[in-house]
Each structure stands twice: as C-alpha cells, then as structure tokens.
C-alpha cells in the first residue's frame, strides 16, 4: 500500500514542486494558506492536471507526464473530502453514501450501506437530507461517503476547518478511529498545527508549492531543518546565528553565547527556541552565563485563559517599550509564583531546547 | 368557430420547447466546458435571435431553407420541402425560443457548486450520470423556467413564422397569425376570442409556474425541519 507522488505545476502565484511517497501511516500536510496544498491533493485525485510528474497508487499509474498517462477521477478510487464537503443537497443521507456503491448487487449493496451508517454513527439520520445535519453529521456522511468506493487512499482537505471547538475534538477523535482502522495512504491538509501533529504520523511542510520539509513529526518539531519549517511548526522565537571556534553558537540578535546539544553539520544561520520550552528560574543562579541563563525584563504580557505569553528583553531592562527577544509561554500556576519578584528574571534556554537552522 | 389554430399553435409550441430544452441544454452544457476568445463570438450567435428583429430571422431561415437554400436544397433531394410547411412554424418557434433557453439553462449550470460535480467524479461517476444525477437536479428549478419562458416565446411567435411558414389554414396558421389575418379581414370578434384564449394560456403558465417554484421553496424548508 503506497502513494507515491511526484508533481509540477505552474500555478499564477508559485511554482508547485512536490515530492513524497505515503505508505499506510497518515501524512499531515502543513502550511499557510495559499501554499498549494488543496492543488496538490487536487492533482492527485485528478481533479486538476499537473504540468509534469508522476502518480502512482499500488503500482497503479495515474498520471505520468512522460508515458502520457492521465486515469480520470472516476477511475483513481482515490476518496476525497472536501473542505466544505460537498454533500448532495438534493440526495439523502443513504442516497449520499450509496453514491458511489454502483455495479454491486442490491443486497451487497444494502449491506455495505448498512454497514458504513453504523461505522459513522449515522443511525437514524439516513432518511434526512444535507441541510438538515449538523457539523458533525454532516462531516461523519462525507467520510462514510468517501469510504464507501473503498478507496486505496484518502484525501482530506482541512476536514476540521468547517467546525467551531467543540464539534472539533469529537470529529477529529472519530477520524483517528477511521485512520486507525483504515491503513491505507491517508492525506490530510491543515493548516493547524496541532491538528497536524496529532492525526499524522508524518508530516509534509509545504511553503509556496515547494516541500520545506518533509519526515516524522517529532523529528521535524524537534529539529526544524529551516527557519520557515520552524514558524509553520509554531515556533515563535529566532536569532540570527554563527558558529565559535570552541563549538558553542553566537546568538546574533539575542546577543548570547549558547550552548546546544545538537551536533551541528552545516554552518548556522539561525538558532530558534520554542516559546514552550523557555524555562524561568525562581531563585537567581551563580555561574548564570555557562548555563545557558540569562536575565531578563518583561516587555509585555497577554493572557489566554490557561495560559500567559511573556515578551521579554535579554540582559539589560528596556530603552524601547516595544523591542522584544524572547516570546515564552508560561502556565499561569508557574507564573503565579515568580510574578511578584522584581526583575530582572532569569530564563534558561536549555542547550537540548534550542535547534539550529540552515536557513 | 374552427379551433385548428390553438392546436397548431399548441403543437407547434411543445415540439419547438422540447427541440429548444435539448438544444439550449446541450449548448449550455458544450459553453461551460470550452472557454476561449472565439466563444464570444459564438455566444452572440446563440443569442442572435433575441435581438434581430423576428422577420430577419425568418427571411435567413427561408435563405437557408428555401429551394435554393443550402439545407432547402438537400431537403429536397430526399422529397422533403420545409418551407410554407407545419415544421416550419416549429423551425421558426424554436429558433426564435433557443436565447431563452439557452440564457437561463448557462446560468442555472453555472450556479451548481463546481465541488458538487468533482465530488460525483471522485465517487466514480461518469461524465453522462455527474450530469444527469448532480448537475441537472441542482440546475433544474432554473431549466424549468427557462422551458417556461420558451414555451411563452414559442407560443406567441408571429414574424419569423409568417416569413417562412406563411398563412395556410389548418397546416400553418398558429394563434398570432389567425390573429393578424382577422384584423386585417375585419373580423374583430374572431381576433378579440383568440386573443382572450392566448391571454388565458400564458397567464396560466406563468402562475402555474409561480407556483411550482414557491412549492419547491416549501419543500426545502421542510427538508430542513425534519
């Protein structure tokens, strides 16, 4: 089982330029809006041509610019789901479902049908059109939709984006479940970074139509190979970086000497540190430098209700109210306990926090 | 009184509606996948007989048909003359009914989701049942009205009819015909009857399909209740 894509298109804004092969665990597509993602699942679903490149599906050939290869939709047995879903408003829930269920017996047919509303939890909604569904439902239809064709891959363009909070955690539990017992190529584009990282086991970055990285998740959340990969992961905080003769990395715009634990095979061009993982010492250390400890003034805070985001200022208090260096994220218990003490305060950006980025 | 005009004209009507339906659809369904500079130019051509006056289009159908006309004269070769004849009026009908069709037919397609249609394709629809079971129920209420306003057109044709299909009772003369020739022979009763019979019938079909549309609109709201 395996989706092995290699894609061209000239696109008004960008050149998409996409590489990747998906095998039974589920690949996250991450990046901003407007970086190619919903084109790139389009083109594999052969809902849009791509200029140059290949797809091939289990051995089967979709598309190959060279052999002028070109399997339309109907014949990829590909599932989608559409960011907005496009449910049938005129069909019910089962005549959605049964949509694709052709050239099967009417008993095999009914059966499969049968089957897909009790998997989706869509029992006592199959007589009820689009309209009259909520989120969820309608949601939990387009998969049972999509499933029904028994699809040797799944494509899901932002599954979620439709949904408020709630109905969110609900829907994105029951596509784990279909995830977990589907085990075949599975696509899901996103740009939620959680969302990202707790449905896919890979993950693929894409930035202006070109693969900024592409691996296992936790490696590139760890260690983010750029800085682009670092920001669409989330992470806040960067300083331009060189590397010193005795192998610890000069934080340029922090203006710090670091150590990192990483070992380091190109030079740096930036070091980054992810607001999570800024730790605040309560009482003032010793040797501070050599630790990786540094102090600092608070600039600014904003609260979330968990949580407080401080915008701090290394090593000397501020000339300018708005210049920050360091974002961090703070649970508000923790805060609770340090809040009262003057500044400066001092952070440690532990050497196996920080990562080192190319470029 | 002799009725054989409503029938014509009634005849006349629903053959040149159901020729305009396909047609209008066809050509509606062919523009929304072709796109180009030229089509422009093909579109004003499709819309030609809304605006040229109703005796230019019969005089270049009676140029196209008549006995030395490129169609005329093929239709003659195998025994068939059009011209001053019952599929004449329905010519004429049609023709002069297709903008319309073809007008609300283009815009009800183009107002289906194109999602909708790559969703059917992903399912393994082909092209013919993406169009048969997705877009033309989605566009239907829109191709309704346009069969309506065609049937409406086609109905009360006059000019292009008289051109090429002429006055021949019995055979050619529809209800607008009957009409002028008994205002001209000063027979004002007769003109004034057929004039309240084609009153009747349009007015019947435009609330009749008032009513189906506001019985459609019900019907989705019920939809969503249940």
Redesign the interface.
């Known amino acids: 089982m395996a989706l092995d894509v290699q894609i061209e298109k000239d696109l008004p804004d960008f050149h998409l330029h996409v590489t990747f092969d998906a095998s039974q665990a589920p690949l996250s597509i991450l990046g901003p809006s407007g970086a190619g993602k919903t084109m790139l699942l389009?083109c594999i679903?052969?809902?849009e041509q791509p200029d140059r490149g290949r797809v091939v599906l289990n051995d089967r050939v979709l598309f190959d610019s060279d052999k002028q290869i070109r399997v339309?939709?109907?014949?990829?047995?590909?599932?989608?789901v559409?960011q907005?879903y496009?449910l049938?408003?005129?069909l019910t829930v089962a005549e959605n479902i049964a949509?694709?269920l052709?050239g099967l017996s009417p008993k095999q047919r009914a059966a499969r049908l049968s089957g897909l509303i009790e998997r989706m939890h869509l029992a006592g909604l199959a007589e009820?059109?689009p309209?009259?569904l909520s989120g969820g439902e309608q949601q939990r239809t387009v998969l049972a939709?999509?499933l029904?064709?028994d699809p040797e891959a799944l494509l899901l363009d932002e599954p979620l984006s439709a949904l408020d909070t709630h109905l969110r955690s609900q829907v994105e539990m029951q596509l784990q479940e279909t995830f977990a017992s589907y085990r075949r190529p599975a696509l899901l584009v996103t740009h939620n970074i959680e969302e990202a990282y707790r449905l896919g086991e890979k993950l693929l970055v894409l930035s202006r139509g070109r693969t900024a990285a592409y691996g296992a998740k936790e490696e590139l959340f760890r260690h983010p190979p750029a800085r682009e990969v670092a920001q669409v992961t989330g992470c806040k905080n960067f300083s331009r970086a060189r590397m010193n003769v005795d192998g610890s990395v000069e934080a340029l715009d922090w203006g710090c000497r670091l150590r990192v634990s990483q070992t380091i095979s190109k030079p740096p061009a930036f070091v980054g540190i992810r607001a999570h993982y800024i730790d605040f010492l309560e009482s003032t250390p010793g040797n501070t430098a050599s630790q990786n400890v540094f102090p600092c003034w608070l600039v600014r805070a904003s609260e979330t209700p968990f949580r407080i985001t401080l915008y701090l200022r290394l090593h000397e208090p501020l000339a300018d109210e708005t210049a920050f260096d360091l974002q961090a994220e703070v649970y508000k218990e923790k805060w609770q306990r340090f809040r009262n003490q003057p500044c400066p305060w001092h952070v440690r950006l532990s050497p196996e926090s920080l990562f080192i980025m190319a470029e | 009184m002799d009725w054989s005009p409503l029938w014509i004209s009634l005849a006349t009507s629903v053959t040149a509606t159901a020729i305009t339906l396909m047609a209008g659809l066809a050509a509606a369904v062919w523009r929304q996948r072709h796109s180009g500079p030229a089509l422009a130019l093909v579109d004003g051509f499709f819309l030609l007989p809304l605006v040229l006056p109703p005796t230019v289009v019969g005089f270049l159908l009676l140029l196209l048909f008549g006995r030395n006309g490129p169609l005329g004269k093929l239709l003659v070769r195998w025994g068939a003359t059009i011209v001053f004849s019952w599929p004449a009026t329905v010519i004429a009908a049609a023709v002069v009914a297709f903008p319309l069709m073809y007008l609300t037919a283009r815009a009800a397609l183009e107002q289906v989701e194109p999602d909708l249609l790559q969703a059917a394709r992903t399912l393994g629809a082909s092209e013919w049942r993406v169009f048969r079971e997705i877009a033309l129920p989605l566009a239907w209420p829109g191709v309704l009205a346009g069969t309506v306003l065609s049937f409406a057109r086609a109905l009360g044709e006059f000019g292009a009819t008289l051109m090429i299909a002429g006055n021949i009772p019995g055979r050619t003369e529809t209800i607008p015909i009957a009409i002028y020739f008994a205002v001209e022979a000063d027979d004002l009763q007769r003109a004034f009857s057929w004039c309240a019979i084609d009153v009747v019938i349009s007015l019947a079909l435009l609330s009749g399909l008032y009513y189906w549309t506001r019985m459609q609109g019900l019907e989705r709201s019920r939809r969503v209740a249940r």
């Open positions: 389009r679903a052969g809902l339309p939709a109907r014949d990829r047995r590909i599932g989608m559409f907005h496009a049938f408003p005129h949509f694709g052709r009820r059109y309209r009259a939709r999509a029904a064709i």
